[in-house]
């Protein structure tokens, strides 16, 4: 009699409790993290790779002319800026962090309008510097499964020695000829790394391994809802070198992505699912 009255002051409390936890679940999607093991790394597994650092609000909608990354990252939906959930900067996007990159989420239940399963691309040519895919999909401080690609840039190689003579493969000369502050001859163009970093979060399948040179349009991976994510959405991020000028860490990607982009364009859609 004693169990059974100790089990019918317990039993309530247990049903109480599971209804809060499921009402939380239900009101803030973001608690999922609490609750779906996609949001914890399995034991025995750690967080792959480094988080792209924060930005600066100051940069909401500036255009950065040295910015190698141009165009749109989700291939199906080019310019289409409807299928923008967060922009950057957006504050408490979740669980109280600013957002610094731009969220592409075309919810839609049809075929057509998913964004589920659809292919993000390079916008610059790139090296592949992390591509990370794992089964099960882990946190990886909540980007899931990611790439990160550097850009690459052409840089002006020169290389003459003084009174060394041009031949027939090379013209050489030593000094700064006309004026462009290029010393020396027998000049080429190498592709260097930028600095200019791009990440593109919470995939399904990565298509990209670590090393690899891609060009712009080159498909890096699948859409998903992997690490930090409360729906199939891809969240890209542009980061700046640290070279002691501005822009140092995350700036907006939305100027760089088409040339529809405009404040007024930002206001208007802003805080829209």
């Known amino acids: 009699m004693k169990r059974l009255l100790r089990w019918g002051c317990v039993f309530p409390l247990l049903l109480g409790m599971a209804l809060a936890l499921g009402l939380m679940y239900t009101l803030f999607p973001e608690s999922k993290i609490f609750f779906d093991p ?4 399995v034991s025995g597994w750690d967080s792959i790779g480094v988080p792209p650092t924060r930005g600066n609000c100051k940069y909401i909608g500036r255009f950065w002319p040295e910015n190698p990354f141009r165009g749109w990252p989700v291939k199906k ?10 922009w950057f900067c957006d504050p408490d996007y979740f669980v109280g962090y600013t957002h610094w990159g731009i969220d592409i989420a075309r919810i839609d239940w049809t075929t057509e309008g998913s964004i589920d399963g659809a292919e993000v691309v390079a916008t610059a040519k790139a090296k592949v510097i992390w591509a990370v895919e794992t089964t099960p999909p882990q946190w990886n401080y909540g980007m899931g499964n990611y790439v990160r690609i550097e850009a690459l840039v052409p840089v002006q ?3 003459c020695e003084e009174n060394e003579s041009s031949d027939e493969f090379r013209e050489c000369f030593y000094g700064d000829q006309n004026g462009d502050g290029v ?4 000049c080429w163009y190498e592709d260097r790394p930028s600095g200019w970093t791009a990440t593109y979060m919470h995939l399904k399948k990565v298509l990209v391994k670590q090393g690899d040179i891609v060009e712009p349009g080159t498909v890096l991976g699948l ?3 992997t690490g930090a994510s409360t729906g199939p959405h891809l969240h890209y991020q542009i980061n700046a070198p640290k ?10 990607p939305a100027p760089h992505m088409c040339d529809t982009y405009s404040d007024a364009l930002r206001e208007q859609r802003k805080g829209t699912r």
């Open 38 to 41: 996609r949001y914890r790394d």
């Open 77 to 86: 939906f080019e310019c289409n800026w409807n299928t923008i959930s967060a």
């Open 157 to 159: 190689v020169c290389e």
């Open 183 to 186: 010393v020396g001859g027998y």
């Open 223 to 225: 859409i998903d809802n």
């Open 243 to 252: 070279d002691g000028r501005e822009p140092d860490g995350a700036i907006d």
